[in-house]
């Protein structure tokens, strides 16, 4: 006899009359509802007016999620490109499958733009966006619960996670718990936002390295995350392709937060674009940060 186990959802789709309401769109769509609000809170810490934050968004949001999606797709081209797949379903966003790695890329070439158009600066910004987009990746990782979709191996811990026999990946016998590799995402995502709030007040980091070290908090979780679980994905080698990219980048941003920390070890005292600016070339003709 199991103890205890955590259960899966149900269902992952409602209805409002024709109108169908996933959860995996609804976590996404909360996730970003909570980084804009606590941006735009930090923001306005930093100097900044809470209403550029939503301007900025606009740019950053849509091509976020164009470049998690293409990511996804070419990192996982066979269940649309390959034997039997259907290409039409790499425009199906609601179904899953949003790869993190092209979300932030493309997203910050959005909120970039975002940050130009409105004079702002976008390390400030990425500094102040930092903890939100871990706890929007925290609460987006319950569409992948509702899913029944990314979870690890089998186990025998009281925590283990449930799953339908319709979900059950094959050669496992129905009631077989697995790792509930979204909970321990979504709990290491928000330890990983309290602690750069932490460090972010106590240390007064700027000039983008809060972003930087939110790029080391997430990519060292999914490190040993991506190391648990049992979804099909691209091999190189004994590795999954997004342990190599978590690897990678993690090396990465150690390298940028430390180079960025020597060059500006003050934070910028304003968040306009011309004034910050202004600020480095003083620093790279006198050495001095304000």
């Known amino acids: 006899m199991i103890p205890a186990a955590i259960p899966s959802p149900p269902q992952a789709v409602w209805y409002l009359g024709p109108v169908p309401l996933r959860a995996y769109a609804l976590a996404i769509l909360a996730g970003i509802v909570v980084a804009v609000l606590m941006t735009q809170r930090r923001w306005k810490e930093r100097g900044g007016d809470p209403e550029q934050v939503l301007d900025i968004v606009f740019w950053a949001v849509p091509f976020g999620i164009v470049g998690g999606r293409l990511y996804h797709v070419v990192t996982s081209p066979e269940a649309y490109f390959g034997a039997g797949g259907d290409p039409v379903r790499a425009l199906y966003i609601w179904e899953g499958g949003l790869g993190i790695w092209g979300a932030v890329a493309l997203g910050a070439v ?86 750069i709030i932490y460090l972010d007040r106590r240390l007064r980091l700027g000039h983008g390295r809060a972003f930087w070290l939110y790029v080391i908090v997430y990519t060292t979780g999914r490190l040993w995350i991506e190391l648990v679980r049992i979804d099909p994905a691209e091999m190189i080698g004994p590795f999954r392709l997004n342990v190599w990219t978590s690897i990678l980048v993690l090396l990465g941003a150690l390298v940028a937060f430390v180079v960025v920390g020597r060059r500006h070890p003050g934070r910028e005292t304003t968040p306009l674009l011309r004034e910050t600016e202004t600020q480095d070339d003083e620093v790279a003709e006198h050495g001095t940060a304000r």
């Open 110 to 195: 959005g909120a970039y733009i975002g940050c130009r158009r409105a004079g702002v600066s976008f390390p400030v910004f990425a500094d102040a966006l930092a903890p939100g987009l871990l706890v929007a990746q925290a609460i987006g990782r319950l569409g992948n619960w509702f899913n029944q979709e990314l979870f690890g191996g089998a186990t025998t811990l009281p925590w283990g996670l449930r799953i339908d026999e319709a979900h059950l990946p094959a050669g496992y016998e129905p009631g077989t718990l697995f790792h509930p590799t979204f909970l321990y995402e979504l709990l290491w995502n928000l330890a990983g936002a309290a602690l």
